[in-house]
């Protein structure tokens, strides 16, 4: 699933190719996703000006002239496919191409998603923070909000481990399995430990890991996964510098000569795949 950077990539494409843009067409070729489509999609889109952009956790908001917002979730495989005035228009449309819409100078959006788990809506951008996908959400991880003060609030008396109150959405929005991964990794804190019994240098030290590792992804364009394609076509490639998601058995790049741990090891935690190193993230009180 596109995590945090992957959504912010595919964001700031669609905000550099489609900003300030006039729809002319919009083309809805199926009733929906996950949801239904808003009744009148297409018709609702035509002859709205692009105002700007904004990213909400794993959700891209498209602000319109008219005083509505299209929300875009792209779900397990959902990508975005942009084309300028300039690039020749595709001949057919991709197979699983839901929804589309052209500018009157040309550009184009297309959104592709062959499982059919995203999400589309339309709403009044004064509701935006009231949407029902976005009313429980909570603070953006590289906001000032999420803070030391934040964490430590949020995971007093929690007795789940620290990996499942991080992929909780209502204690951090956006954070998916591989960035947890590696924010717990750099923060040298181990997965299964119990939320509650983090100390305060630990949660500022958690922090500081999850902006950092998020701000590093996004410099890189997203990660790359079988089915994310930033919209230039391009794969991500922050998956090269990921130090222990995927990385099973291989050496650790913390561990003197990435063999003093054993290498990466690989646990489940409620069926999704964890990785840690065995020498830095010392287990503790665990879940």
């Known amino acids: 699933m596109p995590e945090l950077p992957e959504v912010e990539t595919v964001m700031r494409g669609m905000r550099l190719h489609l900003e300030g843009q006039v729809i002319a067409r919009a083309m809805v070729r199926r009733d929906g996703l996950r949801f239904p489509f808003p009744e ?19 959700y891209i908001l498209m602000r319109l002239d008219r005083g509505e917002t299209l929300l875009l979730h792209l779900g397990m495989s959902g990508r975005v496919l942009l084309s300028g005035p300039g690039d020749a228009p595709p001949d057919d449309p991709a197979r699983h191409e839901h929804l589309a819409f052209e500018t009157e100078s040309g550009a184009r959006f297309g959104l592709i998603d062959p499982r ?90 958690l922090v500081r890991a999850v902006r950092a590792v998020l701000r590093e992804a996004i410099a890189a364009g997203g990660s790359s996964l079988r089915d994310y394609v930033r919209p230039d076509g391009e794969l991500g490639y922050f998956q090269h510098a990921w130090r222990v998601y995927g990385r099973a058995g291989q050496g650790c790049p913390d561990c003197p000569g990435g063999t003093a741990c054993g290498g990466v090891v690989r646990i489940v935690q409620a069926g999704r795949s964890t990785f840690f190193c065995p020498r830095t993230q010392i287990p503790g009180d665990e879940e």
Request: charged share 30%; net charge positive.
């Open 40 to 58: 009148r999609l297409a018709a609702r889109l035509a002859g709205a000006r692009i105002v700007d952009f904004r990213r909400r956790a794993k």
């Open 116 to 205: 059919r788990f995203g999400a589309v809506d339309l709403m009044p951008t004064a509701d935006e923070d009231r949407h029902r996908l976005l009313v429980r959400l909570g603070p953006e991880p590289l906001g000032n909000q999420f803070s030391q003060r934040w964490l430590h609030k949020v995971l007093a008396g929690r007795r789940t481990s620290i990996k499942a109150a991080l992929l909780d959405q209502a204690v951090v929005a956006g954070l998916g399995n591989i960035y947890v991964s590696e924010s717990l990794f750099r923060a040298s804190i181990h997965p299964a430990r119990l939320a509650c019994t983090l100390d305060e240098r630990e949660e500022a030290a």
